[in-house]
């Protein structure tokens, strides 16, 4: 059986909570979620798999659709995000234009909208694959094979779950990177090319109510440190690749096998660089010079706000006194520091946002992301603003249900509107990254030329963000493309979604 897998475009993705330009600058990264299925698909023996990497090899819907029509696979499955529904149903329409095969959807989204997901005005897909699809996906396709179930059937036959959660990560085999472009990844972050990205755990045991992990991912489970050092192994030896960026939820849940992962990487020899997130209080001084010793260059810390009193309210779970800390021990350790901040939390003001940017210039993070909260599905915060009446109805659910063009992530606007939450955050931008020491840090560390036209562009991005005047700014809430033009100014307004 042939089966081809499909990571969308990323033309119409919505912006949920990032201005345009912060995404435009980031990278491009290895479909990660559709290689892992792909490799254990791969290894069952049964099946013939190829994987489109549209967003690496820069294709359009229509060339999707094309490069699939002449693979000719007998079961195409794509990855859903809540955000990428758009390029997912152009996707579908393109493949359904040209032969007639089955459609399997997987991903966050149908973790969330199983249902919703079948709804013609949806995604319109054929079958539903609700969470890890490294096992659900070889059920389903065994079962199409045997035709125990087909695209007749009711909706509630053609969802399939997972009975429970993949215990023993380390039975997982690597990701398949050799089915995609590797070369072609690469990181805003990353000195060297080509980069790519890894999962040593997968789940979160901490509750931050802005986040669905609480409510999608609580089952905490972790690979051993020598399965985990394999594959950053493989990376290096075989693929020569050098960077990883692990994409675990917390990377340090368990400090003791992180400090065995240093351990084992340093008994290998490995030069590798890698760099995770994680939350600063499950890090400690012998962990993060360990750390250091192993080559992991960067640390990702969810800080979010430098107010104590909002810290507290989003159940974060950390003092202002553990991010300084950690903060302090990584420069002292030579670890470079990404820190996330948000604004627009349920009660927060401005005088709450300057606490945060009087935290960012004590923490001097070597990179910063300030984000506008929008209370995603499946989140606390989202199900506090419905029942505090600031979010009307269902509209992500709605969304879900009907795809359309207009839609716009919901946010807490009760204090601010949509308009002055822009302005505060482009406020924000201007007065962490233009500042003189900031730039000056950034020009010291260039190292070569991709690295410096990397730098250059986020650069003058940054500039356009945050100097165009107010009256000049285009929305950036508003769809994203590829040129960053807003919806309303798109070339080809005429999507056909319905
Ligand atoms: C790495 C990452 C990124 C990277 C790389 C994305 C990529 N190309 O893979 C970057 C930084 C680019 C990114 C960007 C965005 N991301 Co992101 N990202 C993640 C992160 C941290 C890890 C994803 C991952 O690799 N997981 C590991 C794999 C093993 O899990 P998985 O992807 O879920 O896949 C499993 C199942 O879902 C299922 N599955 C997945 N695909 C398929 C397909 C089929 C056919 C089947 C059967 C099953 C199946 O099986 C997989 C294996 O078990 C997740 C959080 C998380 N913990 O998952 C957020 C997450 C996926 N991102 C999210 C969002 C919102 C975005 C953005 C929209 C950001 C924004 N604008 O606000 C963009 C959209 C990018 C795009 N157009 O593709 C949300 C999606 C929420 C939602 N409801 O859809 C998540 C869940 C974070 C969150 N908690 O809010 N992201
Ligand atoms: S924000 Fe991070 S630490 Fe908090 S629950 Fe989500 S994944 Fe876990």
């Given at each position: 059986?042939?089966?081809?897998l499909?990571?969308?475009?990323?033309?119409?993705e919505?912006?949920?909570?990032?201005?345009?330009?912060?995404?435009e600058?980031q990278?491009?990264?290895?479909?990660?979620?559709?290689?892992y299925?792909?490799?254990?698909?791969?290894?069952?023996?049964?099946y013939e798999?190829?994987v489109?990497?549209?967003?690496?090899?820069?294709?359009?819907?229509?060339?999707?659709?094309?490069?699939?029509?002449?693979?000719k696979?007998?079961?195409?499955?794509?990855?859903?995000?809540?955000?990428?529904?758009?390029?997912?149903?152009?996707?579908?329409?393109?493949?359904?234009?040209?032969?007639?095969?089955?459609i399997?959807?997987?991903?966050?989204?149908?973790?969330?909208f199983?249902?919703?997901?079948?709804?013609?005005?949806?995604?319109?897909?054929?079958?539903?694959?609700?969470?890890?699809?490294?096992?659900?996906?070889?059920?389903l396709?065994?079962?199409?094979?045997?035709?125990?179930?087909?695209?007749?059937?009711?909706?509630?036959r053609?969802?399939?779950?997972?009975?429970?959660?993949?215990?023993?990560?380390?039975?997982?085999?690597?990701?398949?990177?050799?089915?995609?472009?590797?070369?072609?990844?690469?990181?805003?972050?990353?000195?060297?090319?080509?980069?790519?990205?890894?999962?040593?755990?997968?789940g979160?045991?901490?509750?931050?109510?802005?986040?669905?992990?609480?409510?999608?991912?609580?089952?905490?489970?972790?690979?051993?440190?020598?399965?985990?050092?394999?594959?950053?192994?493989?990376?290096?030896?075989?693929?020569?690749?050098k960077?990883?960026?692990?994409?675990?939820d917390?990377?340090?849940?368990?400090?003791?096998?992180?400090?065995?992962?240093?351990d084992?990487?340093?008994?290998?020899?490995?030069?590798?660089?890698?760099?995770v997130?994680?939350?600063?209080?499950?890090?400690?001084?012998?962990?993060?010079?360990?750390?250091?010793?192993?080559?992991?260059?960067?640390?990702?810390?969810?800080?979010?706000?430098g107010?104590?009193?909002?810290?507290?309210?989003?159940?974060?779970?950390?003092?202002?006194?553990?991010?300084?800390?950690?903060?302090?021990?990584?420069?002292?350790?030579n670890?470079?520091?990404?820190?996330?901040?948000?604004?627009?939390?349920?009660?927060?003001?401005?005088?709450?946002?300057?606490?945060?940017l009087?935290?960012s210039?004590?923490?001097?993070?070597?990179?910063?992301?300030?984000?506008?909260?929008?209370?995603?599905?499946?989140?606390?915060?989202?199900?506090?603003?419905r029942?505090?009446g600031?979010?009307?109805g269902?509209?992500?659910r709605?969304?879900?249900?009907?795809?359309?063009?207009?839609?716009?992530?919901?946010?807490?606007?009760?204090?601010?509107?949509?308009?002055?939450?822009?302005k505060?955050l482009?406020?924000?931008?201007?007065?962490?990254?233009?500042?003189?020491?900031?730039?000056?840090?950034?020009?010291?560390?260039?190292?070569?030329?991709?690295?410096?036209?990397?730098?250059?562009?986020?650069?003058?991005?940054?500039?356009?963000m945050?100097?165009?005047?107010?009256?000049?700014?285009?929305?950036?809430?508003?769809?994203?493309?590829?040129?960053?033009?807003?919806?309303?100014?798109?070339?080809?307004?005429?999507?056909?979604?319905?």
């Amino acid at each position: 059986m042939k089966i081809c897998l499909i990571n969308v475009p990323n033309t119409y993705e919505l912006v949920g909570n990032d201005p345009v330009i912060i995404k435009e600058q980031q990278g491009v990264y290895p479909p990660l979620g559709i290689l892992y299925i792909a490799a254990s698909l791969r290894d069952t023996g049964r099946y013939e798999v190829t994987v489109i990497d549209a967003q690496a090899d820069e294709l359009s819907h229509a060339e999707v659709g094309q490069r699939v029509a002449e693979i000719k696979p007998d079961l195409v499955g794509l990855t859903a995000m809540t955000f990428t529904l758009i390029d997912c149903k152009l996707v579908m329409q393109e493949i359904r234009k040209r032969l007639s095969v089955p459609i399997v959807v997987g991903g966050p989204h149908t973790a969330i909208f199983p249902m919703e997901t079948f709804d013609p005005h949806g995604l319109n897909a054929d079958y539903v694959v609700v969470g890890e699809g490294e096992v659900t996906l070889d059920t389903l396709a065994q079962d199409i094979s045997t035709g125990k179930v087909n695209s007749s059937m009711s909706e509630a036959r053609r969802v399939y779950r997972q009975e429970k959660f993949i215990e023993d990560l380390d039975q997982l085999p690597f990701a398949a990177r050799e089915m995609t472009p590797i070369h072609k990844y690469y990181s805003i972050l990353s000195e060297e090319t080509p980069s790519t990205t890894m999962f040593s755990s997968r789940g979160c045991p901490f509750s931050c109510e802005y986040c669905d992990r609480p409510a999608l991912g609580k089952g905490f489970r972790a690979q051993t440190a020598n399965r985990v050092v394999d594959e950053m192994e493989h990376c290096e030896r075989v693929l020569n690749i050098k960077d990883i960026f692990f994409y675990d939820d917390t990377f340090s849940v368990s400090m003791k096998r992180v400090q065995q992962i240093c351990d084992e990487y340093n008994r290998r020899h490995l030069t590798i660089k890698w760099d995770v997130r994680t939350r600063v209080n499950v890090v400690n001084e012998e962990l993060l010079k360990a750390m250091r010793s192993a080559n992991c260059t960067r640390i990702h810390f969810g800080v979010e706000s430098g107010s104590p009193r909002v810290v507290r309210e989003i159940n974060k779970g950390i003092s202002i006194a553990q991010v300084e800390k950690a903060f302090d021990l990584c420069k002292k350790y030579n670890i470079k520091t990404l820190a996330y901040f948000m604004m627009g939390n349920p009660t927060e003001t401005m005088e709450d946002v300057k606490e945060t940017l009087a935290l960012s210039r004590r923490i001097k993070p070597d990179y910063m992301q300030m984000t506008i909260l929008s209370p995603f599905p499946a989140t606390e915060a989202y199900v506090r603003a419905r029942k505090e009446g600031v979010i009307h109805g269902d509209p992500w659910r709605d969304y879900a249900r009907a795809i359309n063009d207009d839609f716009r992530p919901p946010l807490n606007d009760q204090i601010y509107t949509r308009q002055e939450l822009e302005k505060n955050l482009r406020w924000f931008y201007r007065n962490f990254y233009l500042m003189p020491d900031f730039v000056m840090d950034r020009i010291m560390e260039v190292k070569n030329w991709g690295q410096f036209k990397r730098y250059f562009s986020a650069g003058l991005s940054l500039l356009k963000m945050t100097m165009v005047p107010e009256s000049k700014m285009k929305d950036s809430w508003q769809l994203r493309t590829k040129t960053g033009i807003a919806s309303s100014a798109r070339p080809e307004t005429a999507l056909h979604l319905a």
